[in-house]
């Protein structure tokens, strides 16, 4: 009997993107993992316009003002909250890595205790973000 | 034993940047998150979120310094994280040669360009 319900259970060797991936069940560190990879991805990608921000709050008191007007589009404060998030996920889940690289939480149960307090931390931090970009408060 | 060894009969060979690059992702890991938490120190400090004050701490010479260190560790940082993800990803050598190129190329621009705003006055 268990031994059927083991057999059952599918193996994934070679894991392929579109064959597998959908109905691969990754482990909550899984998510926190490929999601480190992707915000760091991100956060790469949009750099000039991290530093175009930075540049324009520091040139002179009208640019600072003029960064008001250039994120007041919808798309653009999707994007800062994009930011935001990669930012807050980034930093949390390597706040987790560096403590896993001296070996403090390694264990398969405070690992994924570990990777649910990345999300308990920074999905509420991103949501806040959002709730001010948008104007909620 | 020697030191270069795993175990009794592996040797290890390679040019060990695998090793330097994977602790000064951490290292400057370790720069970045501080200089955040200063920033934010500071932002938190600072009586309103105005041009004057956000420049105010941008013009000490001390935060032009921290800032740039923690500019250039952003920059090792994001090349050996890019450089692992084009290694996973992708298979073909001159694809890959060509984004790591063009990401050296990227960071090196984003470099020049966060010099030169912290130096602008």
């Known amino acids: 009997m268990t031994d059927d319900v ?7 060797r070679n894991i392929h993107v579109f064959e597998n991936l959908p109905n691969y069940r990754l482990p909550l560190a899984g998510f926190v993992s490929i999601l480190h990879r992707i915000s760091g991805f991100l956060l790469f990608l949009l750099l000039p316009f991290i530093l175009c921000l930075l540049d324009k ?6 640019t600072f003002d003029s960064i008001r ?4 589009p919808w798309y653009v404060k999707l994007v800062i909250l994009a930011l935001s998030w990669a930012y807050l996920h980034h930093f949390c889940a390597g706040v987790r890595h560096l403590f896993m690289d001296v070996h403090v939480g390694l264990d398969k149960d405070s690992a994924r205790r570990t990777s649910a307090a990345v999300f308990i931390v920074s ?5 806040l973000v959002g709730l001010k970009l948008f104007g909620v408060f | 034993m020697a030191l270069d060894n795993i175990g009794p009969k592996r040797l290890v060979v390679g ?3 695998g090793m330097r690059d994977w602790l000064a992702q951490r290292a400057t890991a370790i720069v970045m998150a501080v200089y955040t938490v200063i920033l934010l120190i500071a932002f938190l400090a600072a009586p309103e979120f105005s041009h004057d004050t956000w420049s105010g701490l941008f013009a000490q010479q001390w935060f032009k310094a921290i800032t740039f260190v923690a500019f250039v560790s952003l920059f090792y940082h994001a090349w050996v994280g890019l450089r692992d993800i084009w290694m996973d990803y992708v298979k073909s050598v001159a694809v890959r040669l060509t984004l790591q190129i063009a990401t050296i190329l ?3 621009g984003c470099a020049g360009y966060a010099v030169q705003i912290i130096w602008r006055t």
Do not use: G
Request: hydrophobic content about 45%.
């Open chain 1, 6 to 12: 083991k057999k059952s259970r599918p193996e994934f």
């Open chain 1, 57 to 62: 709050s520091l040139r002179s008191a009208d």
């Open chain 1, 69 to 72: 007007e250039l994120v007041s």
């Open chain 1, 123 to 127: 999905l509420p931090l991103a949501a």
């Open chain 2, 15 to 17: 040019a060990h940047y």
């Open chain 2, 106 to 108: 990227w960071l090196v």
